[in-house]
């Protein structure tokens, strides 16, 4: 099942955006067995993501293929030594408290960190995130921190069936990037199982899918 899903998928995203941009899939691999991102992997998935720093510890060694390693969940400061050096690009730098622990952390060990500023983009109090509003002075913060480099932008659109309102949402991202984007930025991190082709659509480069590739989580499944 997984191999056929990843198969679709690839013949089924588009190599390019509308902004003429490599799109990237990042399979979320929370609750997945090593066994399961294994098989992913070799269907053709170059990029993984992990949401929590003990299944990232724990599965770690276990991965093979050499695929980019991503985290994209909340990350609590107390826990980046066990992913300083391991992650690739973080997505959800969500707070200045965040990005300035990883970039102390990082200078005192030479290791420059590849970081997305994460936008609450519908504005949820369940998400964390900088404001739309923020965004800009925050990230001229943060760009001047010694040992990180921000890369563009991560958001998760609300879940609703309200289309339009993603629409509008996810147009609203591109723009916010397209505004903000100094030449620094790469990614543009926006679309999960549910939402990827708007996302995509509206200028996304960059999708976070588990579902689509894994099928529906087991959250009674042991690692």
């Known amino acids: 099942m997984i ?3 990843v198969k679709n998928l690839l013949e089924e ?5 509308s902004f003429g941009e490599r799109v990237t899939l990042v ?3 929370k609750l997945q067995t090593a066994e399961d991102i294994n098989a992913a992997i070799a269907a053709g998935i170059t990029d993984i993501g992990d949401n929590h720093v003990q299944e990232f510890k724990d599965k770690y060694s276990l991965i093979a293929g050499d695929p980019r390693r991503h985290f994209i969940g909340h990350l609590q400061t ?4 066990y992913l300083l050096g391991k992650v690739d690009l973080y997505h959800s730098a ?3 408290a965040l990005a300035e622990e990883l970039s102390k952390k990082g200078e005192k060990a030479g290791i420059i960190s590849d970081v997305l500023l994460q936008i609450n983009i519908g504005d949820e109090t369940t998400k964390g995130g900088f404001g ?3 965004a800009e002075s ?5 760009k001047a921190l010694p040992a990180l480099r921000v890369k563009g932008l ?16 996810a147009k609203k991202m591109r723009l916010l990037y397209d505004n903000m984007n100094d030449g620094a930025f790469e990614h543009l991190s926006m679309g999960m199982s549910g939402d990827w082709k708007l996302c995509v659509a509206a200028g996304s480069n960059m999708i976070r899918l588990g579902t689509s590739i894994f099928g529906q989580r087991n959250y009674a499944k042991k690692m």
């Not at 995203?13 to 955006?17: D, L, M, S, T």
């Not at 107390?78 to 030594?81: D, T």
């Not at 991560?154 to 949402?169: G, R, S, W, Y």
Request: proline share 5%; no cysteine; net charge negative.
């Open 13 to 17: 995203i588009p190599e390019k955006n």
């Open 27 to 29: 399979a979320a691999v």
């Open 154 to 169: 991560m958001a998760m659109l609300p879940f609703t069936d309200d289309i339009a309102l993603l629409e509008k949402l």
């Open 78 to 81: 107390n826990k980046i030594k």
């Open 132 to 134: 739309f509003k923020e």
């Open 94 to 96: 969500d707070r200045l």
């Open 138 to 142: 925050v990230y001229q913060n943060i």
């Open 3 to 5: 191999e056929q899903n």
